[in-house]
């Protein structure tokens, strides 16, 4: 009578093929479990992705309390439609979508590679400072921080676009003429 062990051995062989297969699932587990909890940073006009430089709905003078500026009613928000914080305008960052405030005025806060340009959404009015853009009831002004006049005027007409596409939507509550020496 022959005896045949019949206790299972590992060889060289299956020892790298399970390795290999345990290799492969691990991988796979890993990518798809950082795929479904990680967001894609916002895309640019040329394909590449930026982070905002600075949290949404922060504006600046609150930044260093870590207190949140107020966010956009949805009156404010759909004159502006499409366009959202983390959206671009032109080549630049939508990084703030600030509401109207007491100057009556309803912000939006754009940036690019350490540039600032602030664009003011008012009432058109008659008599006051004359507006970059204008578009149906709305006028638009900026302010720069290390931009260009021409970024300044190029976003201000993009606005415009925007805000000519929603000229029918009634203008939110506050929003007022803009008025000379606003900050």
Known sequence: MT???QTPGWTWRGLARAAAISGVAFGTGAALGYGVSHER??????GSTTAPTT???TAPNTAMTGAVAPHASDAELAILSPLREG??????????????GGDGTL???????????????????????SP???????????????????????LALALALILKT??????????????AGNP
């Open 107 to 129: 912000q939006i806060v754009c940036r690019r590679e350490g540039a600032t340009v602030r664009l003011d959404v008012a009432l058109a009015a008659d008599g006051g400072p």
């Open 87 to 100: 959206g671009t305008l032109g080549e630049f960052l939508v990084a703030e979508i600030r509401p109207v």
């Open 132 to 154: 970059p853009a204008v578009a149906g009831p709305y006028a638009v002004f900026y302010a720069l921080e290390n931009a260009a006049p021409a970024d300044g005027q190029r």
């Open 166 to 179: 929603n000229a029918f939507v009634p203008p939110p509550p506050g929003l007022e003429p803009f008025k």
């Open 41 to 46: 940073p916002p895309q640019t006009p040329g």
């Open 3 to 5: 005896t045949v062990d």
């Open 55 to 57: 949290a949404p709905n």
